[in-house]
């Protein structure tokens, strides 16, 4: 499928475009973007994904359903005596994606890991947390492997029996200020706990009595929506309700009003959430909830009755002093959809999902194939754009991730009980596809910002709060005039609004993207470089930990909408 070409909408590329003599893209019909197939088989069905440091992606689904496609290496089995399907299995049920290589490889967890949730430790370690059956309440962590053999295959997960201190499937993980995981609900527990344990007084789960108050007879509330606020409070949405938690004290601070029209947006009704890109020294925070499905879908699914899913979102700015929902409309219906926010800071992809039905077994009919872009920024009425089809359906334990290139990558699709590959409308879905939004399309290769130092390729820079960075970079088309370096406009040509963003990579699985952040950092200076089309933007990073807490972040330089490659930072 030839690419189609990008729709240039900001003046300033505009005027690049025009004085670097290259004639402005436009939108051909059929939406934008591209669809690749990178694995048509893991042996896996991707219902958990995160991205780590090392530029590889972990993967995992279940363990109740029997065998994957996928072996254990050197005639490896699983024995587990309380596993309900298969007491030895010589099948993973995990694996890790290398993106560079476009290669995979098994890795092995002893227990249930079914809808689940996780966290990136500040150490870049993943730390995934409860399940189903015997892995209630177990912790696993895996490492960013180093590469070559990954240490002679020593290099998996390692697992912690009874570590946390209720039962956690279907929960929400949330990383603090101070590095540990906030864990809050699951299946009948309404309440949250934290990871790892400080001391004694962490024992204990500590009652959340909104869960009780948003939990229904489809429940609708689990995997609930939890955004660290910039006052270090905890925004948390369950089913159409949000209130804001000062988790230190156990104290509600704010109750938000209701969501219009009163249907539920939260696990089975699954829709999807994120906080909308900080500016620098942020004074708001808006968050975002899209899509889900009208009261009585899930149980009407039982009976092959497949409710249209809803076709609106709602916009709030949660630190305004009477804070209020803002409805818009979507394009088309959709539920079990993923929002990724991307590298730009000016789009927020929602992509997989169905139009009608609900999360659970069997429960939808309609897959949304054409992923949809909402700019935030740009006015009611003209923020959504409905992107180009796959061909592939991705429904019920399907997943999508930001790379660090700027793609998205896609998996998962499992919409049965166990894995099932003939006499079904859906099959269960093993493969990997990438969706490349529009800024990555040929025609936007000459204004492409090349981040050239620190190098992409090299290892994570460290810094801490408040430091200042230096990004050198190149952008092929707008070579800058011969001036003194910081003399007159620095130099900088036709160079479009230079901007600088910082993403915390997601941990999504079940239609939400935990811990996924964007930051705009506050660029001090660009100035050109005696080189011909090198620059050079002085950052400063964010200033606490509220607004980053500690970790590793994707950084990109961003030429009006079009963003670089990212570099790896790590925040301490």
């Known amino acids: 499928m030839k690419p189609p070409a990008l729709p240039i909408r900001d003046l300033v590329l505009v005027l690049a475009l025009a004085c670097a003599g290259i004639a402005p893209a436009t939108a051909e019909s059929g939406g934008g973007g591209r669809w690749d197939v990178l694995q048509r088989s893991i042996g896996v069905s991707a219902m958990h994904m995160q991205l780590l440091h090392n530029d590889r992606v972990i993967i995992f689904d279940r363990t109740d359903f029997g065998q994957s496609n996928l072996s254990l290496p050197d005639g490896r ?21 290398d993106v560079a290589s476009n290669t995979f ?48 295959g020593s290099c998996d997960w390692n697992e912690t029996q009874d570590a946390l201190a209720a039962n956690r499937w279907y929960a929400t993980n949330q990383i603090l200020p101070d590095g540990r995981a906030f864990i809050v609900g699951g299946r009948r527990q309404f309440n949250y706990e934290f990871f790892p344990k400080a001391d004694a007084s962490d024992a204990s789960a500590i009652a959340l009595p909104f869960l009780v108050q948003t939990k229904d ?48 947006r939260n696990y089975p009704s699954s829709g999807s959430s994120v906080l909308l890109p900080l ?71 929602i992509i997989n999902g169905a139009m009608d039905g609900s999360a659970g077994w069997e429960a939808a ?11 935030p920024d740009h006015a009611p009425g003209d923020r959504f754009e409905e992107q180009s089809s796959t061909d592939i359906a991705r429904l019920y334990h399907s997943s999508a991730i930001l790379l660090r290139d700027g793609r998205l990558l896609v998996g998962g699709s499992n919409p049965h009980i166990y894995y099932n590959f003939s006499n079904v409308q859906y099959p269960t879905e093993l493969s990997l596809e990438a969706f490349s939004p529009e800024y990555l399309d040929s025609s936007n290769d000459a204004l492409r910002p090349k981040i050239t130092d620190p190098s992409p390729a090299g290892p994570p820079v460290s810094v801490n709060y408040g430091d200042s960075m230096t990004l050198q970079f190149e952008v092929p088309a707008v070579a800058p005039r011969r001036r ?19 993403v915390a990579p997601s941990f999504t ?60 930072v790590h925040i301490e």
Not at 128 to 143: E, F, H, K, L, P
Not at 365 to 375: H, S
Not at 535 to 551: C, D, H, K, N, R
Request: proline content about 8%.
């Open 279 to 349: 500016k620098p020294s942020p004074t708001e925070a808006e968050v975002l909830v899209c899509g889900g499905a009208p009261a009585g879908s899930y149980n009407s699914t039982k009976e092959k009755t497949f409710f249209p899913a809803l076709v609106t979102c709602g916009r709030i700015k949660i630190t305004d002093a009477s804070p209020a929902w803002v409805i818009e409309r979507m394009p088309s219906p959709r539920v079990m959809g993923d929002m990724i926010l991307l590298p730009n800071g000016a789009e927020v992809a």
């Open 484 to 502: 003194p370096r910081g003399g007159g406009d620095g130099g900088l040509g036709a160079l479009g609004l230079v901007s600088v963003t910082m």
């Open 77 to 97: 089995c699983r024995r587990n005596p309380r596993e309900r399907v298969l007491p030895v299995d010589c099948t993973a049920h995990s694996a890790e994606y």
């Open 365 to 375: 009919n309609t897959p949304a194939y054409a992923p949809v872009m909402y700019r």
């Open 217 to 264: 007879p489809e429940e609708n509330n689990l995997y609930p929506f939890v955004h660290l606020n910039i006052d270090g409070n905890l925004f948390i949405f369950a089913k159409n309700r949000a209130v804001l938690l000062d988790y230190k004290k156990n104290k509600i601070v704010r109750t938000y009003p209701e969501l219009a029209g009163g249907d539920p």
């Open 105 to 152: 490889r098994p890795l092995t967890v002893f227990t249930d890991t079914w809808c689940s949730s996780g966290t990136v430790a500040p150490d870049g370690t993943l730390v995934q947390t409860g399940g189903w059956n015997d892995g209630y309440r177990n912790v696993r962590a895996m490492r960013a492997c180093d590469g070559g053999d990954d240490d002679g």
């Open 509 to 568: 699985t079940h239609s939400f993207g935990m811990n996924q952040r964007l930051l705009f950092l506050d660029v001090a200076e660009t100035t050109a470089l005696h080189s011909a089309g090198a620059y050079e933007a002085s950052v400063v990073m964010p200033a606490t930990a509220v607004l980053a807490p500690p970790g590793y972040y994707m950084v990109f330089v961003v030429n009006g909408h079009i963003p670089s490659e990212g570099v790896w």
